[in-house]
């Protein structure tokens, strides 16, 4: 046994299958931890692991998701909740709209004359991402689809997910603390009789300004002056009035010595919240607030929780306009990875067959390294952070018959070379040499394809594209490098395998006199 096999090919083997192995665990997503936590007034104050599964703390990739279980309030005042916090690993094999389901929306940014700029486009992308995916640990997809587009991909979403998503994108995020006439007032009374008042306008609770409510319904009378905006604002959390979510806001420095002015000053007058357009309350100043307060407006939970993405990210510099939705059912998604699959396990089923009954041994060791092809194919994948699609499966497939088809090059020429009365260990050494430049040729050449693919093409073109060029890079690691180690490693003494013509003869040209 040569001594470089066990210096570094060996271990270069195992570490790669390693890495490999570890980058594809876990493969689809999975609870790794669960724990039960009391919180007494949002503070923890007890927390117990329930389950917890192996290797969970080098898992990093993770999200929590909550449950509520018990909830209540003591005498004392104090708000006692109990909790079941359960984090999921994310799969580290990502699968693409056709596979998993989800929604794909197309939007236009509606410029206005005046509005033009180099970067109003990205501009607006950095906001939705922040509106999207606060944290940066979802998969949503944001990107300029040509001039003044932007499009956005939603893998896995339901369609209550993405109806919520998209009132979160179209929210301008426009914050506004307008002051409003108390109802006793002579303005007041002069709006009510139907008459204009001067600096002032109608707007009903819950409406849009413009748009009028029930006889029945609230309305107050407003300044057109803003007082103070949602820039000034320094946080945004939510919070909870009697048990009912709200959203809590503070302001910065200055916005707080503002606010504390304008407080100070009209004490008893009403307070319009109004958000986007709408008035979602317009309480009672009592006294001088220092600079923090809630917006209520019988939210939930959920709705709560837009509302402060919203905010934090940001208003948008422009409006959107949706200009195309594509939903793919989740049911439609698992039968094409169930034919897809099985597509490839058949397929890949009777090639490897093939090479274990045509070529013996050796095509075992082909099959061999077919796997190990395959699961470096994946955990390339997975570190790339690279989205597997349908396409994506057929590039599997092929891949797996280029793969054989360079060991058959291979195993061919070291037939050839016994056939000269080589012993077996010179003829493994031609063979391969002899095959290598072969297989060089072919394999570039649909790189570039694969490469070319990848680089004009869209969503799953690309995706095929990319999964062919990972695989011919590591085909040619694992036909002409691993199989060799191998057959370095156990020095077989007979190199024996099938053959359906012994010495073919072929005339070709004679049928083309």
Do not use: C
Not at 291 to 310: M, P, R, S, Y
Not at 439 to 460: E, K, Q, R
Request: avoid cysteine.
């Amino acid at each position: 046994m040569p001594k470089e096999i066990l210096r570094w090919k060996m271990p270069l083997i195992v570490i790669m299958v390693a890495l490999a192995l570890l980058a594809l665990y876990p493969p689809t997503d999975r609870v790794i931890k669960k724990e039960k936590v009391k919180e007494v007034d949002g503070q923890v104050v007890e927390r117990s692991t329930l389950e917890e599964a192996w290797l969970s703390s080098l898992l990093r990739d993770r999200t929590a998701k909550e449950t509520i279980l018990k909830e209540e309030t003591t005498s004392e005042g104090k708000r006692v909740r109990e909790k079941l916090v359960e984090y999921v690993a994310k799969g580290r094999v990502k699968l693409g709209l056709d596979l998993r389901g989800g929604s794909e929306l197309l939007y236009r940014v509606r410029v206005e004359p005046g509005q033009e700029r180099p970067r109003l486009t990205q501009e607006v992308i950095d906001i939705l991402k922040k509106r999207i995916d606060p944290k940066g640990i979802m998969e949503y997809r944001i990107q300029e689809q040509g001039l003044h587009r932007i499009l956005i991909q939603v893998p896995g979403a339901t369609k209550a997910e993405t109806d919520a998503l998209k009132d979160r994108i179209v929210r301008l995020g426009k914050l506004e603390f307008r002051m409003a006439a108390p109802k006793g007032s002579p303005e007041y009374q002069e709006a009510d009789k139907g008459k204009a008042v001067p600096g002032y306008y109608k707007h009903w609770h819950g409406k849009k300004r413009g748009e009028v409510g029930k006889e029945t319904e609230e309305w107050y009378l407003v300044r057109n002056k803003i007082e103070i905006s949602g820039e000034s604002l320094s946080r945004v959390y939510p919070d909870r009035k009697d048990i009912q979510p709200v959203v809590g806001f503070e302001f910065n420095t200055e916005g707080k010595a503002k606010f504390s002015t304008l407080t100070e000053r009209n004490i008893g007058r009403p307070m319009a919240i109004i958000l986007d357009g709408v008035l979602y309350s317009a309480p009672t100043i009592r006294e001088r607030i220092p600079g923090k307060g809630i917006i209520e407006g019988n939210f939930t939970q959920d709705e709560v929780n837009n509302l402060i993405a919203v905010m934090r990210a940001g208003s948008l510099p422009a409006d959107l306009e949706m200009e195309m939705e594509m939903s793919v059912g989740p049911s439609l998604g698992r039968d094409s990875i169930r034919n897809g699959l099985a597509a490839g396990l058949v397929g890949s089923a009777l090639v490897v067959g093939f090479m274990a009954v045509y070529y013996l041994g050796s095509g075992m060791v082909a099959n061999l390294a077919l796997v190990l092809n395959i699961l470096f194919v994946l955990g390339a994948l997975a570190i790339m952070g690279a989205t597997l699609t349908l396409p994506g499966i057929a590039g599997l497939v092929l891949m797996v018959g280029m793969a054989v088809d360079a060991n058959v090059l291979i195993f061919e020429r070291i037939r050839e070379e016994k056939a000269k009365g080589k012993p077996i260990p010179q003829a493994m050494k031609t063979g391969y040499e002899r095959a290598f430049t072969t297989i060089i040729d072919s394999n570039l050449t649909t790189l570039i394809t694969a490469l070319i693919l990848y680089a004009v093409g869209t969503g799953p073109i690309k995706g095929f594209g990319i999964i062919l060029s990972i695989g011919i890079l590591v085909n040619l690691f694992t036909a002409v490098f691993v199989t060799r180690v191998i057959f370095e490693l156990f020095q077989p003494k007979e190199f024996k395998m099938l053959r359906l013509f012994e010495k073919p003869s072929i005339h070709f040209m004679d049928y083309f006199k």
